[in-house]
């Protein structure tokens, strides 16, 4: 095998397993489908009641981000399952095999982004369910769907670079919090941005979740003339910004996390 496709062989074969080893712990892809159907329920029926989206329904202003959310949680798997692995010794293990060591990397990434597909899917037919609805072109919610598994892929690139770097679950889960939570809260995933107060109002609409649901909602039709154009250049091109936030991900943590790997099993 040549440069490229030893990797993309090792991964698959590392996707294999890790597929496997998601059937055997399904708590692991029950807390990635199970906290955003809460948070469906909790918002669409709690505080949807009180939250006023000016020209559409609350339901589908918020499912876009629901779906960024479940994303954002799904691919922090990524960082978990690594930090468990440093720790079991299982790298020692493909260490001794003549692996490449970004066939790991891509192997643990696309066994979650299939896991983040089974996710999405659970997420829209729950939203079916509350009253979501697409307004769009099959086309167009494809590449929605579409973006939001880059998006997922990416971003546990990321997942995995700061894992390598900390290397123990518990560490890895504390940063994945306070990382996540202003991330998501902190953004237009489930309110008007444009209502918050100033400092607030610019941070949520450079924010990268911000712009993933914007393009989201754009995609599936979720969005209200009523609430007017946004003035953040991420924000008025939410799906170019997108693909940007995609490459630039790509770009700095692939390599990065490969190097963190090879730093780590060497150690």
Partial sequence: MNAVTMPLADGW???RRNTLKIRRSPDLLGSA???????????AYVF?????????SYKEFLLPGIFVQAVIMGAQITGYTLTLDLQKGIFDRFRSLPMAPSGVLIGQTVSDLLMNLASLAVMAAMGLIVGWRVHTSPYEAALGFGLL??????????????ALALRTPESFNNIATMVSFPLMFISNAFLDSSELPTPLRVTAAWNPVSTFTQAARELFGNTSTAMGAPDAWPLRHAVSASLLW???????????????????VSA
Avoid at 48 to 56: A, E, K, L, Q, T
């Fill in 13 to 15: 074969t590392i996707a």
């Fill in 33 to 43: 489908i199970m906290f955003p159907i809460v948070f469906v329920l909790m918002f």
């Fill in 48 to 56: 949807g009641s009180v939250i006023d989206v000016p020209g559409m």
């Fill in 149 to 162: 598994l880059l998006f997922a892929y990416a971003f546990s690139w990321f997942t995995a670079t700061v």
């Fill in 246 to 264: 995609i490459a630039v991900m790509l770009i700095v943590f692939v390599p990065l996390a490969t190097r963190l790997y090879k730093k780590a």
